[in-house]
């Protein structure tokens, strides 16, 4: 049912007005407004038959609730510094200069996962063949961004799965400063090393 153009939506007697124009709900939604900000954002893989467990162990284990999701295919490969996708990097560089400038992030979290189609189809290799570049991945993209944004608390784990259950496990960059990507004191951030 839609409203008469003219009509003015009501949420509930004496809430927010919502103007002429907006057509009645569709559904409301049980999950209420918290207006803080985490400060935490989690990077992992568009793939959304991981979500849920990305999210419960976001909020149950790294204890983040409402952290900021950048969901992209591949995840943290985005962040690994290869020759041939420095135009993914810029992007992402762009993204996040947004959100932790406005969105005040003081930490990341990198998430890849068992069996990403991205790096099945980059290296043409089952599942576990993939894992090595996967974890090397990982630490460069971690580097990337502690070059990017100083201070920044990075961690970096990658999402296991066997048969239908999920598990999660850290992978060690600390102390850690491999990366594809010149530092940001370099001439040029284009000469990128494979
Ligand atoms: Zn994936």
């Known amino acids: 049912m839609r409203t008469h153009p003219n009509e003015t939506v009501r949420l509930d007697a004496g809430a927010i007005t919502l103007g002429p124009h907006l057509p009645m709900a569709s559904y409301h939604a049980t999950e209420r407004w918290h207006p803080e900000r985490i400060g935490a954002l989690a990077l992992y893989c568009s793939d959304g038959r991981w979500g849920e467990a990305f999210d419960e162990f976001c ?7 409402r952290y900021d999701r950048l969901a992209l295919p591949g995840g943290p490969a985005w962040l690994a510094g290869y020759e041939e996708d420095a135009a993914l990097l810029d992007a992402a560089r762009s993204q996040l200069d947004f959100l932790v400038r406005v969105h005040e992030l003081d930490q990341i979290v990198l998430i890849s996962h068992y069996g990403c189609a991205w790096y099945g189809q980059r290296l043409g290799q089952p599942a576990d063949e993939c894992l090595p570049t996967q974890a090397d991945d990982l630490r460069a993209a971690a580097a990337t961004l502690r070059d990017w ?46």
């Open 59 to 65: 909020h149950r284990h790294l204890q983040i609730p």
């Open 149 to 194: 944004y100083p201070g920044l608390r990075v961690e970096t784990f990658l999402a296991m799965r066997t048969h239908d259950w999920f598990s999660f496990h850290q992978v060690d960059v600390a102390g850690s400063s491999w990366s594809r990507v010149p530092s940001a004191n370099a001439t040029t951030r284009r000469g990128l090393i494979r």
